[in-house]
């Protein structure tokens, strides 16, 4: 977890959290392999990468958390630590992000894009839902 501190004093204490995780199931019983880049190690490089950029050209208004977390595949463990022992106040998280998984469409009849919780914020997903013409 890190955090890349708001250059608006005003606004720093407003956050948006982007979220990758890093564990993945392992192998089944037999022995075969359950290959977790698409899953696991796409979303990771995306938020390390954001977090490098943001270093290298400055940082926005508001303050990012990253945070890399595991226990997703058994029930989104460590974000439910998290939430009970936050190291912000889960009141100044404006919006979180959680890259996963990243590169190809998850199922056949799946976009590349699936976003949950727009119910929360539905000027959000009016602005998204403007960029639709613009995906391919």
Do not use: C
């Not at 955090?3 to 022995?31: F, K, N």
């Not at 958390?65 to 998280?93: C, H, Q, R, Y």
């Not at 403007?130 to 391919?136: A, H, I, K, M, V």
């Amino acid at each position: 977890m890190g955090i890349i501190e708001g250059s608006d004093p005003a606004r720093a204490h407003e956050t948006l959290v982007v979220m990758a995780h890093w564990d993945h199931l392992g192998v089944t019983e037999d022995g075969a392999v359950y290959n977790g880049a698409f899953d696991n190690a796409g979303g990771t490089a995306l938020a390390l990468e954001v977090a490098r950029l943001f270093v290298e050209y400055g940082a926005p208004a508001r303050s990012i958390l990253f945070m890399f977390t595991d226990g997703e595949e058994g029930g989104l463990d460590s974000p439910k630590a998290w939430l009970e022992e936050p190291t912000i106040d889960p009141d100044d998280v404006l919006l979180a992000l959680s890259a996963d998984p990243l590169g190809r469409a998850l199922l056949p009849d799946y976009g590349p894009i699936v976003l949950s919780g727009t119910e929360q914020s539905p000027s959000l997903l009016e602005r998204i839902r403007g960029l639709e013409d613009r995906s391919d």
